[in-house]
């Protein structure tokens, strides 16, 4: 019997010595950056600093419109979960909220491709048709 509390401080303090362990070596890995899938497709296109300077005002364009767009399907999604939460079953305020949310999908989409055929124009052609293919291959990717 005299055992069973000094066990459970064996395993306690095992425990404690793992976490501490766990911590320090995930806080010394070094991270890379991460690229947003909008910088990688700058990279992969190897721009120029004169086409770089060129998009400026429609990378801009684009970053607000889809900051907004963005918002504004997070808003969908709220209403969305407190319909579902007050209704608690679907509903026609649930089935509303659910084609918001298809539909504010949808606008950011379409704001998306609308954006890759904007830079289009300030491409060279090989450029401009790789960029749609690495377009079509997002596409078709499975999510």
């Given at each position: 019997m005299k055992n069973i509390p000094l066990f459970f401080l064996v395993v306690i303090a095992t425990a404690a010595l793992?976490?501490?362990?766990a911590t320090r070596w995930v806080a010394g890995r070094s991270v890379e950056p991460t690229l947003t899938a909008h910088e990688w497709l700058?990279?992969?296109?190897?721009?120029t600093e004169d086409q770089h300077k060129a998009l400026e005002p429609v990378e801009a364009q684009f970053a607000a419109k889809e900051r907004s767009l963005?918002?504004?399907?997070?808003?969908a999604n709220?209403?969305?979960a407190r319909a579902m939460g007050e209704d608690r079953a679907y509903t026609p305020?649930?089935?509303?909220?659910?084609?918001m949310v298809h539909h504010r999908m949808g606008d950011l989409q379409k704001a998306s491709?609308?954006?890759?055929f904007a830079m289009r124009s300030?491409?060279?052609k090989e450029q401009s048709d790789k960029l749609l293919e690495l377009a079509q291959r997002t596409?078709?990717?499975?999510?």
């Amino acid at each position: 019997m005299k055992n069973i509390p000094l066990f459970f401080l064996v395993v306690i303090a095992t425990a404690a010595l793992s976490a501490v362990c766990a911590t320090r070596w995930v806080a010394g890995r070094s991270v890379e950056p991460t690229l947003t899938a909008h910088e990688w497709l700058h990279t992969q296109l190897h721009l120029t600093e004169d086409q770089h300077k060129a998009l400026e005002p429609v990378e801009a364009q684009f970053a607000a419109k889809e900051r907004s767009l963005v918002d504004q399907l997070h808003a969908a999604n709220r209403d969305l979960a407190r319909a579902m939460g007050e209704d608690r079953a679907y509903t026609p305020r649930v089935a509303a909220a659910v084609e918001m949310v298809h539909h504010r999908m949808g606008d950011l989409q379409k704001a998306s491709i609308e954006h890759v055929f904007a830079m289009r124009s300030m491409l060279t052609k090989e450029q401009s048709d790789k960029l749609l293919e690495l377009a079509q291959r997002t596409l078709e990717q499975v999510p």
